[in-house]
């Protein structure tokens, strides 16, 4: 049986940020000095109380899956940090935690998009707001 990708892949639209950023990357290869603006990448360390905190973490253990909205303790955090800075009261067990953009904004659109549902979409644009309803296989999409 031979292994072929879905038909459903060849409408996705490749990320013109992603092929700079592989061209970055051979760059840097290369030895050459790149200043990266392609990707939402910080150009500072992570800090060190949160490196501390993934060594402790590491070292008490806690290394096994949390449930799949994240742990309750990160998701009250969350919930505090909104009050306080953002003047937006949610409870934590209204908070899901993600991975990344990418995987909230799959996450988003699959829960809350219908058959026949129409997306507005800016342009410029961010290829996941193209991609995911592509592979969703039914959104029809408007660029404003």
Not at 9 to 32: F, H, Q, T, W, Y
Not at 81 to 107: P, Q, R
Not at 112 to 135: A, F, H, Q, S, T
Request: with cysteine; aromatic share 8%.
């Amino acid at each position: 049986m031979e292994l072929r990708t879905a038909e459903r892949m060849d409408k996705l639209v490749p990320s013109g940020i992603r092929k700079v950023n592989e061209k970055a990357l051979a760059m840097e290869r290369n030895g050459e000095r790149v200043l990266h603006f392609e990707l939402g990448r910080p150009d500072f360390d992570t800090p060190e109380y949160i490196k501390r905190a993934c060594i402790e973490a590491l070292e008490d253990g806690d290394v096994f899956y949390t449930s799949n909205f994240g742990t309750m303790e990160l998701r009250r955090a969350i919930a505090e940090k909104l009050v306080k800075e953002n003047n937006v009261n949610y409870c934590a067990d209204e908070i899901l935690v993600t991975v990344g953009l990418s995987e909230a904004v799959f996450d988003t659109l699959c829960s809350i998009l219908n058959e026949g549902d129409e997306i507005l979409v800016p342009d410029p644009v961010w290829m996941n707001y193209l991609n995911v309803p592509k592979l969703l296989e039914r959104f029809p999409l408007h660029i404003l």
